[in-house]
Nanobody
Framework: QVQLVESGGGLVQAGGSLRLSCAAS????????VAWFRQAPGKEREFVTGITRSGGYTYYATSVKGRFTISRDNAKNTVYLQMSSLKPEDTALYYC?????????????????????????WGQGTQVTVSS
């Protein structure tokens, strides 16, 4: 099992930047694909970005491509989300989520990585608010 704790959220002006962190417990973090989701008030939780177990492949929602960058440091059991050129519509509670298992089970071509139900572990979320 793994426990996830997000941090780094806050209030920022439009055009600004923030870096979120997702720290994981456990010694097998490198066996988990990790994704970031977000949920704004009154809206469904939506996929933002994901990264494979080794960090060798990343994937993004169209709305954040070119502005957000996901990365991971397995030695530190941490996944990062660098957010730049932030917009008011990026305001949401940001969650990290993990999917563990075999290489085949966690490979993004083998499941719908945009679907929240395909992740086994979730953090409590960190709030990002972008003012105009």
């Amino acid at each position: 099992q793994v426990q996830l704790v997000e941090s780094g959220g806050g209030l920022v002006q439009a055009g600004g930047s923030l870096r979120l962190s997702c720290a994981a417990s456990g010694r097998t973090f490198s066996r988990y694909a990790v994704a970031w989701f977000r949920q704004a008030p009154g809206k469904e939780r939506e996929f933002v970005t994901g990264i494979t177990r080794s960090g060798g492949y990343t994937y993004y929602a169209t709305s954040v491509k070119g502005r957000f960058t996901i990365s991971r440091d397995n030695a530190k059991n941490t996944v990062y989300l660098q957010m730049s050129s932030l917009k008011p519509e990026d305001t949401a509670l940001y969650y990290c989520a993990a999917r563990g298992g075999t290489y085949y089970y966690t490979a993004p071509e083998n499941y719908d990585y945009t679907a929240p139900e395909n992740y086994d572990y979730w953090g409590q979320g960190t709030q990002v608010t972008v003012s105009s």
